[in-house]
């Protein structure tokens, strides 16, 4: 019959207190002493250890749950053996749950690597900014865009842009698409189309704005070529087919039966011919040239080999119109490096022309290492002893077609495009020209170019 006092001790058993059970039971005479002490006694022995083995195998079960949720790779980790039937379900459920969730973050770590795969492999720069813009990624072709070494002051200077910081307010605010136009002052002009992308809901890495540039300085400096090239060929090249087909008017005319003047007329027309070559030749090497300037040399250039080449493939010239050419170059002197050496060869070839047509007796071409504001390089300077150049036409001589003395310059067969190419190259190594000159003494040529060690 179940009694109060039975009650008050099976209540004290649960509540994990045998002892208290017991004394319970013998104060109120519901237990023979000897007897009922030893059954109790069991009783509390098969109580805890039931308790024990639900408390181990929950711990397990907890356990197994903590590792499964941190677990950074796959889950390989056995589950614990349940201890009782009760629990096998509930654990064996339990490894289920985890393989499923382990095969599922394999597929979305999979497809996270695809995406990044494919957004580093696109051709087009792509950057990836915070809700506060800063930036979170960038993919190849944009570190390629914004460099190495001066990749945080162009990046600073797009973000900072006018047009882009308006861009990237608007598409916060609104969440629509914006596209602009924008020019990025540098070494080189970069000439950029950006399209600004809001994405909400944000993407894993927090980001909230996806621009995506093109580069259209390339596209513009060859639309720009060909309008200059129009203007400057139509320009230029009146002056010596005009000479021409007035020269052959002469000769089917008048001339016709004067050998000697003949003679005369097509060694005329020769020297124009030969003027239209060499204006067409440079003006092609110019458009190279600029259509390549934005982009940075990738190669080494031997500057004393190259200088050395260049005045022995120019020294027939010298001596034909009698000037010495003296070389003094440092045995020390470093590679350029990034550099092109077709046209690091091409500046030495135009420096020493230009020298040629003006000095009198000799051309000095002398080179030496120099660091600049930290950074190493060489420098190396063509130096005549012609009549020397005006202060005010120093700024403008690597002008296209500008020429101080237009009359000798056509004579002497200078198209006014040699030291226009220099600068341009110049621009592309990211060196630097230096004219100095007194009227009377002469003048130098002064190249900077960064240098490897």
Sequence with gaps: MVTLPRLLAVAALLAGAPGAALLLLMALGELAPLPGLLALLGCAAAAGVLGW???????????????????????????????????????????????????????????????????????????????????LRANRAARRLFGVGTGQSMLLALLR??????????????????????????????????????MNPPLADGGRIVVVLTDRTAARAVERMRVDFVANASHELRTPLASIIGLIETLRGPAADDPAAQQRFLAIMAEQSERMRRLVDDLLGLSR???????????????????????????????????????????ALPPAAPADA??????????????????RAE?????????????????????????????????????????????RARSEGNTGLGLAIVKHILNRHRGQLLIESTPGEGACFRVWLPAGR
């Design 342 to 359: 077709d046209q690091i060869a091409q500046v030495a070839r135009n420096l020493l022309d230009n020298a040629l047509r003006h000095a």
């Design 289 to 331: 040239v600029e259509a390549s300037e934005h982009l940075p040399p990738a190669g080494v250039a031997d500057v004393a080999g190259l200088l050395r080449a260049e005045a022995a493939a120019m020294e027939p010239l010298f001596a034909r119109r009698g000037v010495a050419l003296r070389l003094s170059l440092s045995e």
């Design 161 to 198: 842009h006018p047009l882009m910081a308006a861009a990237l307010d608007r598409a916060l605010a609104e969440g629509a698409p914006q596209e602009l136009d924008l020019t990025l002052p540098a070494a080189v002009t970069r000439e950029l189309t950006a399209q600004v992308l809001s």
């Design 53 to 135: 083995l639900w408390l181990s195998s929950l711990a397990r079960l907890s356990d197994s749950l903590r590792r499964a949720a941190t677990e950074q790779g796959p889950f390989s980790a056995p589950l614990p053996v349940p201890g009782l039937p009760g629990l096998r379900e509930i654990e064996e459920g339990l490894a289920r749950l985890t393989r499923s969730l382990q095969a599922r973050a394999e597929l979305v770590g999979q497809l996270r690597a695809a995406d990044e795969a494919i957004v580093e492999a696109l051709p087009d720069p792509l950057l990836v900014l915070g809700p506060d813009r800063a930036l």
């Design 363 to 407: 051309v000095t071409l002398c080179a030496v290492p120099q660091d600049q504001g930290g950074r190493p390089g060489l420098v190396f300077a063509v130096r005549d002893d012609g009549p020397g150049i005006a202060p005010e036409h120093i700024p403008r001589l690597t002008e296209r077609f500008y020429r101080v003395d237009r009359g």
